[in-house]
Structure formats: structure tokens, C-alpha cells
């Protein structure tokens, strides 16, 4: 009774704080073909070293890019990763787990240069639209020689 009290005493508090960004549309996704496009995508554009095939396949005309590094389009991506792939020619991603919730997909991947290179641990998240890549962001974190702990980054 007494929590019922508290609560319903609190819900009514009105406070000066910002409202709650609006909620998302709901999605009817697909979420493990959401998962699958973007696993085929990685695979075809970093695995097999074909950007602009894997442009071509699976990302949106109007693609947004929200790497500050990056402008949108997927030109951009494709003119990128092919330079990148010669100076790299070894290059290998890694996917250590896919995620995904309605239209959007998180990939946390290992990026290798070649056999030598520690690498970097990268998460990247896209969002689908029309079975496309309509957009992307994404989190890139070298992995150190030595770690403070015992756990890996993976």
C-alpha cells in the first residue's frame, strides 16, 4: 500500500526536464534476414575484397553516413575500400556476434590488415530499409599488445 502510494504520488510529480525523444516506428523487420543481408554484405565487401559489388547488392541509394571521417553515398564507399584493399591485400574481418532489433543490425567484428596486425575491435550498426543499407554508423578501438586485465576485447 505503501509503494502503491509512493508511485502514484510520483507519477503526478512534474518535473522541468527535456521531454523523451520520440520512439522509432515500429518496424515489421525481418530480424534474421536483416541479420543475413548484413553478414553477406560483410562478407562480399571486406572478406572477398568486392566494394563495389557488395555496393551495388545491398546499400541504398540514398545512404547515410554518420562516421565523421566518411561523407554519405555509396560511392564514397566503394572508391574507398577498393584503395584501401590494394595498399591491403591480406585485409580479413572477423564477426564475432551479430545483433539485431527490427530494422537495425550490430556487427562486432575484428579488423585484421593482414596476419601481423593486432587489428581493431569494431562494432558497426546499420539500418535497413527496403532490404538495403540505408545507413551506418560505427565504433573502432585498437587492440592493444598488452591489456590490464585477462579479458579479451572479443
Partial sequence: MIVATILSACSTVKTNS????????????DVNANKLLVTEFYELAFNRHQPAEAAAKYIAPRYIQHNPGAPDGAQIFVTFFES?????????????RVLADGDLVAVHARWSRDETDLGSAVVDIFRIENGK???????????????????TMF
Fill in 84 to 96: 584501401f584493399f590494394q595498399t591491403h591485400p591480406n585485409a580479413h574481418v572477423q564477426i564475432k
Fill in 18 to 29: 527535456s521531454p523523451a525523444p520520440a520512439a522509432r516506428p515500429s518496424v515489421p523487420a
Fill in 133 to 151: 543499407i540505408a545507413e551506418h554508423w560505427d565504433v573502432v578501438q585498437p587492440v592493444p599488445e598488452q591489456s590490464f586485465n585477462s579479458n
